[in-house]
Antibody, heavy 118, light 110 residues
């Protein structure tokens, strides 16, 4: 079955960077986009961008352009999201999700809590 | 791109039907029949319940249905049950490889 398993919780200081990993299994890794979505405490879902694991092309929402980077490792069927210049407002749960054939997000990881605090 | 507009909250009694609206623009909801809906219970990851405006993934109850008119999509839940109490989010493809979510709607089953 399709599974996306994310790396564990992180605590970072303001100004630092964080890397969150998402390991896929149960399907052809290079055949589907992976999206990244942020959810601040008590807030809604916010689309950060997506990566095509096949050719590593990426698309980012304008708000995070220049501060977020996506990458992939086909040997381990994993993608990562790196967010730099962290500030307290970046404290959130970050989800990876598979991009379905119908432009939806059909399978989701369990979420990774990132806490930014001095 | 700006978030899609959803009501912050809706409520209904068990057995009733409720509808959640999702308003966008011609650039996203209006231009593409690529609206999806997600259900999120507290502490859990979102779950896809509607895709391509009207289609249900396997295993999703028939009580969930979607529609679209112009720049506004809607999710209807019929025969409301206590377990439907959750947050609901719409999402639309916005063109040029971008996606946008709605702000979310908290559904309370009275």
């Amino acid at each position: 079955q399709v599974q996306l398993v994310q790396s564990g919780a992180e605590v970072k200081k303001p100004g630092a960077s964080v890397k969150v990993f998402c390991k896929a299994s149960g399907y052809a890794f290079i055949s589907y986009y992976i999206h990244w979505v942020r959810q601040a405490p008590g807030q809604g879902l916010e689309w950060l961008g997506r990566i095509n694991p096949s050719g590593e092309s990426t698309a980012y929402t304008q708000k995070f352009q220049g501060r977020v980077t996506f990458g992939r490792d086909t040997s381990t069927s994993a993608v990562y999201m790196e967010l730099s210049s962290l500030r307290s407002e970046d404290t959130a749960v970050f989800y990876c999700a598979r991009g379905g054939a119908s432009y939806d997000l059909d399978y989701w990881g369990q979420g990774t809590v990132v806490t930014v605090s001095s | 791109q700006s978030a899609l507009t959803q009501p912050a909250s809706v409520s209904g009694s068990p057995g009733q039907s409720i509808t959640i609206s999702c308003s966008g623009t011609y650039s996203d909801v209006g231009s593409h029949n690529l609206v999806s809906w997600y259900q999120q219970h507290p502490g859990n990851a979102p779950k896809l319940i509607i895709y391509e405006v009207t289609k249900r993934p396997s295993g999703v109850s028939y009580r969930f249905s979607g529609s679209k008119s112009g720049n506004t999509a809607s999710l209807t839940i019929s025969r409301l049950q206590a377990e439907d109490e959750a947050d609901y989010y719409c999402c639309s493809y916005g063109g040029r490889s971008t996606w946008v979510f709605g702000g979310g709607t908290k559904l309370t089953a009275l």
